[in-house]
Structure formats: C-alpha cells, structure tokens
C-alpha cells in the first residue's frame, strides 16, 4: 500500500497531543476580554467592522516599560493625586474615558492612539499623541499641560500602548471617541433641564456640581461650574456630549435615553458657564469666531439673558 | 364654608396642638432606641444594637452614622412597600414621621463602631469582591461599585449610603432583594440594574469584601 495510513502510534500521538491541548486551553488565566462593542452600545448603530479588544485584567510587564504604563494608569485613574500640579478642576482622565480608557465608545485610549500623528483642524497642525495628551490638561482637566518629554506624558503615552497593543495602526476603529447621534432640529434646552432633574442630578447634583466622597475624593465629577471642563474641551461640543451621554449615561444605564433627551441634557449642560477658553484673546465674540463658530457650541451666544464666556471661572486654575 | 378671620386663631391653636402631639425630639428618640413607644414599637437596640452599630450575626444593618436622608428614606420605604421586611414593616407602622425623622437624625449623629462578628473572613473571596468593587466588570456592563459609593464604600451623599464595615449577610440579603425586586426604593433603578448583573458568587465576593472593612470614621471597638 502505498497511501499514508497513520498507524496506531500516529493516531495514539494525536489523541494525547489533542486532550493536552484541551486541558491547557482550559487551564490558561480567562483573561477578561473586552466589552465587545455591540454588546456596549445597545441600540446605537452596530458598527460590521472588526472590533479591537484590549488586555484588561493583565497587568503592563514586570519592567521598566510596565512600571510606567503602570504610572500611566494610576494617573489616568486619579489624575489630581499622581499630576496634581497639571489640575485644575475636579475631574480625572477615567471621569469621560470610562473603564480606565477601555471602553467602547467612551473614547478609548485604545483606539486613539493608534490615530496619531495625525491633523487635526482644533489647531491646524498635524499632533503627536503627546501633544494631543497636552490638550487634555489645557482644556478637559482646566489645568496646565506638561511640557512634551515630561514625565506624566510619557506615563499616559505608554499606558495607551499598553491598552492599544495588538491594535492596527491607523484603523478606524469600532467604538473610536463617542457616537455621532443624528443631528436633532434644534436643541431643546428646557427639555435638557428637566432630563437633568430626572435623570442627572441625584449623581451630579442640582447645579451639577458634582458629589464628593467623605474624605474629599470626588465621585460624581462636576459639569459645569469652576470645577469643570472649560470652554476649550471637546466635552463643550453638545455633538460630543451627547454622544457621550446616549452611550454611557445615566452610569450603568447607557442607552437607555431616547436622542432628543441625550441632545436635550446634553444641550442644556453645555449651555452652562465654565470656565474660560484658554485660548480667549479679551473678545468672546472674537473668541466664538475663531475657535467656537458651531451651531452645536453655545460658547459667545446668549442662554437665559447671558452671554456664554462673559461671565467664566478663570481657566488654567492649578491652584492645589 | 368660608373661613372668618375670627377663626383663625383656632386654626393656628388647633395646629400647635397637633404638633406637639407629632413631634419628636432626640429625648424622644433616645427613649424609644432603648424602649419603644406606646404604639407598641419594639426597642431600636433590641437588633441595631445599644449604639447602632448592628449585629452581624443577626445579619442586622449598622445605623449609626449612616445619612439621615437616607435612613429616613429606608424608614418611609418600608411603610409604603418599596422596601419590603416581615421584620421593619410592623415596626415602622407603630411609629410617627415625627418620629421616624427624630430616629434618623438620631442615629446619624452617633459615631460609627466596628463590630466583630459574622462569618470569618475568607481572603480569596475578600480579594474577588475588592476587583469587582473597585474595577467592575464591563465585560457585563458593570461599574465598579465605588464609582458611585465612593473609595472603600464610605458613601455618596444620601443617595450611596456606605457599605463599608456592614455586615456581609446583610449586604447579601439586600443585593438579593434588589435582584428579586423586593427592594425597590433606589434612584432611577440603579441597584435593580447593578445587581441583576451580579451571579450568586459576586454578591457573596462583594459582601465579604465591604464586611471586611472598618466602617468609615470608625473610631473603636464595641465589646459584644
């Protein structure tokens, strides 16, 4: 015979070698996966593309990358205790990244670091992942940025790789920054505020100034007001707001509001004061043309008899 | 019927009466922690313990120290059926919102102990509750308990009382009655939510791990 019978050795071989493999399989560490983003978004549109999951329950490597990707995280987690010098409100990174910037649209580290270099029209030039960090100090945490090479950039840099690892360079990925709602035809302010009153103040309180532990830790971040996100911050576009809130609000209820409360709430938390633009040059009109010139920013228009940016907390406040 | 000016000074009489009848005080809540009241009110101490530090052996809840807001809410709850026990429900109808107010503001006052006592603690199941408490599990849409009752379960505002140093039966039994829709008097459903998401191994990993801890500002022991 000439054709290739396995004999009963090979065969023997195989079944050994198969039930090994059975046993290892199911004795490897089950490592968290990822919120799969289908699972994540509920009924906002399920994107076919190929979804990325990053390591969760694995820590960063026992060496010298790892022990800063670690730094990365403790500062992401509680950015005022790790880079207090850089803060200036009450809010941490994790506060709009939730799950330590992990989760699907709640922009996920992950899939933003593997976008840059890129342009970006906010200020017309191409960014470097770093510098992109800075702008997250200057306008979301209301502070001062870090100097390019200083330290806690590289932590957060490195704790992105960490979480991006495995990722395509340059993909599009699924759950990438905060869903874009169909745009609403208009935005409905006194509806935002009961939303809020129904939905939003027993966390963020009445004046949605946020609600703060015993021991000072702050655990509902503030929304408006000096303690928040200025008028520099991508969570000042009602677009970005509302997408943020459709996907992950109220906490543990994402997509749970239809799009005209999401709009709504949204709407009327970013038609609040906060403080200032950093880049403001003495003129809120002025201001409003050069950065804020969007129907879906509220920045240099009158709300309730006031025009939004006259009245702002000083930006930049890193005081503590 | 018109109301004369004549008759207004009886109104205003007749409404001191009523609340002096109906209202309570500290005295009065001291009285009936240690000895009920008339309506028939059992004494507080008798399960919560003579300083409200609770039981863990009877599985009873620590009340000192915990938000008046909130253990007035948990007082009117079991009146009006949003948090159902066989045990608080009589009690609660035997006593007055003026005295159920004077209890909660009483209790919130007093200083928070530790008490020993429960089941010993396993460490493993320590350890998983912590994870779960700390990092949720998003895999399952979960957050992290302590996004909403604060680093080591020390509580939010009325709304996220504390966790920490309550005992474990305790916790367990009311992360049941969430799931089985036996509690209901939580803002917008939140622990409805939570806890639907939690397996029986879950709830026992996180009461093991909240019992572990001292209740916050928990300055002594109590001899039992």
């Given amino acids: 015979m000439n054709g290739h019978v396995p004999g009963a050795k090979a065969w023997f071989a195989g079944i050994v070698l198969f039930g090994l493999a059975g046993v290892i399989g199911y004795n490897l560490p089950h490592l968290r996966t990822a919120t799969p983003v289908e699972a994540a978004v509920g009924n906002i549109a399920k994107p076919a593309r190929k979804s990325f999951s990053p390591p969760l329950d694995t820590a960063p490597a026992d060496n010298k990358f790892g022990e800063m990707a670690r730094l990365g995280e403790r500062i992401f987690n509680d950015t005022a205790a790790n880079a207090g010098g850089f803060v200036g409100n009450d809010l941490r990174c994790a506060s709009c990244h939730l799950d330590g910037g992990r989760l699907p649209n709640s922009a996920p580290l992950w899939a933003a670091f593997v976008n840059f270099p890129t342009y970006r029209s906010k200020n017309d030039h191409v960014n470097t992942f770093a510098e992109r960090l800075q702008g997250c100090f200057n306008y979301s945490m209301n502070g001062k940025a870090p100097p390019l090479g200083d330290k806690v950039l590289v932590a957060l840099e490195s704790y992105a790789a960490f979480l991006a690892k495995g990722a395509r360079v340059g993909e599009n990925l699924p759950g990438r920054g905060y869903p874009k709602l169909p745009k609403p035809p208009t935005l409905d302010i006194a509806r935002g505020e009961q939303v809020y009153a129904a939905k939003c103040a027993v966390c963020h309180g009445a004046s949605g100034e946020g609600q ?53 709430v949204a709407a ?3 038609s609040r004061e906060r403080p200032q633009d950093p880049r403001f040059n003495g003129s809120v009109a002025e201001t409003r043309k050069a950065h804020h010139d969007s129907d879906y920013d509220f920045y240099g228009k009158a709300v309730e008899g006031r025009v939004l940016g006259e009245n702002s907390p000083p930006s930049g406040t890193v005081s503590r | 019927m018109s109301c004369r000016p004549t008759s207004l000074p009886w109104i205003v009489a007749l409404g001191l009466v009523a609340a002096s009848i109906t209202r309570a005080d500290a ?79 009483y209790y919130a006052s007093l200083p928070t102990q530790r008490v020993e006592g429960g089941e010993a603690p396993n460490a493993k199941l320590i350890a998983q509750g912590k994870r779960l408490a700390e990092n949720g599990d998003w895999h399952k849409g979960l957050p992290a308990c302590g996004q909403c009752h604060g680093p080591s379960g020390q509580g939010v505002g009325a709304s996220f009382p504390p966790l920490a140093g309550q005992p474990a039966t305790y916790l367990s039994a009311q992360l049941g009655a969430w799931k089985g829709k036996t509690r209901r008097n939580d803002p917008l459903g939140l622990m409805a939510g939570v806890a639907g998401k939690l397996t029986d191994d879950d709830v026992a990993a996180v009461s093991a791990y909240y019992a572990s801890l001292q209740a916050p500002g928990s300055k002594k022991e109590v001899a039992r």
């Fill in chain 1, 268 to 270: 009327y938390i970013d």
């Fill in chain 1, 212 to 264: 703060s532990a015993a021991d000072g830790h702050t655990v509902f971040p503030p929304l408006w007001g000096s303690r928040s996100y200025n008028w520099g911050a991508g969570m000042s576009l009602v677009t970005n707001a509302a997408g943020f809130i459709k996907a992950n609000m109220p906490f543990s209820q994402g997509g749970t509001l239809n799009d005209e409360d999401a709009w709504a």
């Fill in chain 2, 27 to 105: 005295q009065d809540a001291v009285s009936i922690v240690h000895d009920g009241n008339a309506n028939g009110a059992p004494a507080c101490m008798s399960c919560h313990g003579e300083h409200g530090e609770g039981n863990p052996d009877g599985g009873f809840p620590r009340l000192a120290g915990l938000p008046r807001d909130y253990i007035l809410h948990q007082l009117r709850s079991f009146d009006d059926g949003g948090r159902a026990s066989d045990i608080m429900q009589p009690v609660v109808k035997s006593l007055s919102d003026g005295e159920r107010e004077a209890l909660a503001t």
